[in-house]
């Protein structure tokens, strides 16, 4: 069984320049979540997704992150404009839906903002 | 709120010596309990987690947890470490009014020595 897929796996922009980040998760999970990773820290959630709808995203800054996850399987995760500080890696994972239900991780995007 | 702490950042060991990983939760409610392994530019994977039931979980690789709520810990072993094992560990808490929204801890580099 295949895994969450992300891409792209590295990105360099400069500051100002928009972003996108794409996720797609296993098979069968409804649950989905974006986590941001700054170096030698661990992973702070984004947003999570029931099916289409975004339950929880209390820590996403929404004045320039945006995510959509229109038919309740991909999901894509926008930066515009992207700033230095926004370099880290960002992490999508998926889980069955549930309290305590594995979250299995994708490999991450690791953006560099120049 | 719910938070997680990981006693130092950086812990080394001979090949075949104990690997011990302290991991120390805070939670208001009866917490789901788990520990990732990240490798060099990869997703997390998970090592183990306490749901409820036995308070000793084993996961893969050997490793295994002991949940103690009376300590609020949740610290990792493994009887005799391996090569393979130098990796970033990260324990995290979920639960609660915080649904499987998942708390990490900042993570611990375990290296070992030949």
């Known amino acids: 069984e295949a895994g969450v897929v992300q891409s792209p796996r590295y990105k360099i922009i400069e500051k100002k320049q928009p972003v996108a980040f794409w996720c797609n998760p296993i098979?069968?999970?409804?649950?989905l979540y974006w986590y941001l990773q700054n170096l030698g820290q661990g992973p702070e959630l984004l947003i999570r997704?029931?099916?289409?709808?975004?339950?929880?995203d209390s820590q996403l800054p929404k004045d320039r992150f945006s995510a959509e996850r229109l038919k309740g399987v991909d999901s894509t995760l926008k930066i515009q404009p992207a700033e230095l500080g926004d370099s880290a890696v960002y992490l999508c994972?998926?889980?069955?839906?549930?309290?305590?239900?594995?979250?299995?991780f994708g490999p991450g995007t690791r953006l560099t903002v120049l | 709120a719910q938070s997680v702490t990981q006693l130092g950042s950086h812990v080394s060991v001979s090949e075949g010596a104990l690997v011990l990983l302290r991991c120390n939760y805070s939670s208001s409610v009866p917490p789901y309990l788990f520990w990732y392994v990240q490798y060099p530019n990869q997703g997390l994977q998970l090592l183990l987690k306490?749901?409820?039931?036995?308070?000793l979980v084993k996961g893969i690789n050997g490793f295994e947890a002991e949940f103690k709520k009376s300590e609020t810990s949740f610290h990792l072993t493994k009887p005799s470490a391996h090569m393979s094992d130098a990796a970033e560990y990260f324990c995290?808490?979920?639960?609660?009014?915080?649904?499987?929204?998942?708390?990490f801890g900042k993570g611990i580099t375990l290296s070992v020595r030949p």
């Open positions: 994972a998926s889980s069955t839906t549930g309290q305590g239900n594995t979250q299995y």
């Open positions: 995290a808490v979920s639960g609660g009014l915080w649904g499987s929204k998942l708390t």
């Open positions: 997704y029931e099916n289409e709808e975004a339950v929880d």
């Open positions: 098979s069968g999970h409804n649950t």
């Open positions: 306490y749901t409820t039931g036995a308070t």
